[in-house]
């Protein structure tokens, strides 16, 4: 990577930090749009766990201050969450209780433990499906989403790993190897965005009970829970953490066979060319980190890492842009893409190829600077 680059990549980010506070992230476009309050949520628990990923690899303590008083701003002194609520039964919120960890490692505070008790007490009455995993959202019944399983597993997997003597950890486990045997392909090896156990979904097929398509941001969510989950996972549960790198594995060699000559992936995966489709942003950079974290771990073989910065690079080229303003952005993000709910989103390529695509969005901005310092501790 030239210097340029670095300064770029380094530029953008300190000019995100410079314009966001945790009651207005200029990176939540969703919130911006809403033109609502910002509540706990995981598009900025993405981007704080990016926040503390380039602090460790700097040691600048400006990064460890925002990140902290990001999350201070929703952990009260009493471990209470500020506009969380366990009732709700939403896997999205699990997901920035991950830094709370972090968090209490290094200052031994314990509101951390508390709001982790917290959040870790919505995992215990979540509601599930017969097959044993959690709902994707309380509203959202008898579904599994590819999306959850990044929401929630890494931060289960913490939990039972660190404060449970691993109890439960094999529980983990079990709702990955569902999501293997339910939602998977046979024949191309990507898997679905979702599934709905009841086949009352208008958008799942009522003999499989999966969505009509392989929508990238939902594979990429899978990549990194895959790696996260296998990061937490003592290897005294030997069999279960190599699973996990296997799967892994399994999925990129997948994956490989649809990645575009720019290195970039495809909104809808298997679907390069179709009218409408497009070289996505947000989706890319998970798989660019999941494999460029995998390789470093040694969850992946190091060949795989080419993949990988192929990826990464290719977002640069295309998508790491100088607005009219002269400043630099990240474009080619869809917003956001689901199953269900009020409107028409019924899994099809052309719900997917509508949903707005917009610039400087954490669910893109996230794993590309979390991809970024992969590379930069590959140089370490």
Request: negative net charge; contains cysteine; hydrophobic residues 35%.
């Amino acid at each position: 990577m030239s210097k340029n680059i670095d300064e770029r990549i380094m530029t953008y980010f300190d000019f995100l930090l410079e314009n966001s506070t945790a009651e207005a992230p200029m990176w939540n476009i969703e919130k911006i749009l809403e033109g609502t309050p910002n509540k706990w949520n995981y598009i900025d628990g993405c981007m704080i766990i990016a926040v503390l990923a380039l602090y460790e690899i700097t040691g600048d303590e400006k990064y460890f201050k925002f990140a902290k008083d990001f999350v201070d701003y929703f952990v009260e002194e009493d471990g209470n969450i500020k506009t969380y609520r366990v009732e709700e039964y939403n896997l999205d919120n699990v997901n920035p209780a991950r830094n709370l960890f972090y968090f209490y490692d290094k200052t031994g505070d314990e509101k951390y433990k508390k709001a982790i008790e917290l959040v870790r007490s919505q995992l215990e009455n979540m509601p599930r499906t017969n097959e044993g995993n959690f709902w994707h959202k309380k509203i959202y019944p008898y579904q599994v989403w590819l999306d959850g399983l990044f929401m929630a597993q890494p931060f289960y997997m913490m939990y039972e790993t660190k404060f449970n003597r691993m109890e439960k950890c094999l529980d983990s486990i079990h709702q990955f190897e569902n999501v293997v045997r339910l939602m998977k392909d046979p024949k191309t090896g990507l898997y679905y965005h979702g599934y709905d156990e009841s086949r009352n979904m208008y958008w799942a097929d009522k003999d499989t009970g999966c969505s009509k398509n392989f929508w990238l941001r939902a594979i990429g969510w899978f990549a990194v829970a895959l790696v996260d989950t296998a990061e937490s996972t003592d290897e005294r549960l030997y069999y279960e953490f190599q699973y996990l790198q296997n799967i892994l594995k399994d999925l990129i060699d997948a994956l490989e066979k649809y990645q575009d000559e720019s290195g970039m992936f495809w909104q809808v995966v298997d679907k390069p060319g179709v009218p409408g489709n497009y070289l996505e942003t947000s989706g890319t950079a998970l798989v660019a980190y999941a494999i460029l974290k995998g390789v470093r771990l040694g969850y992946l073989p190091k060949k795989y890492e080419k993949i990988g910065l192929d990826a990464f690079y290719g977002i640069v080229d295309k998508y790491l842009v100088i607005d009219d303003d002269g400043k630099l952005g990240l474009d080619g993000i869809c917003l956001v893409a689901g199953l269900g709910g009020p409107a028409k989103r019924d899994g099809s390529m052309e719900y997917y190829f509508s949903e707005p695509v917009v610039k400087n969005e954490a669910k893109g901005v996230a794993p590309f600077l979390l991809a970024y310092t992969e590379i930069l501790r590959r140089r370490d």
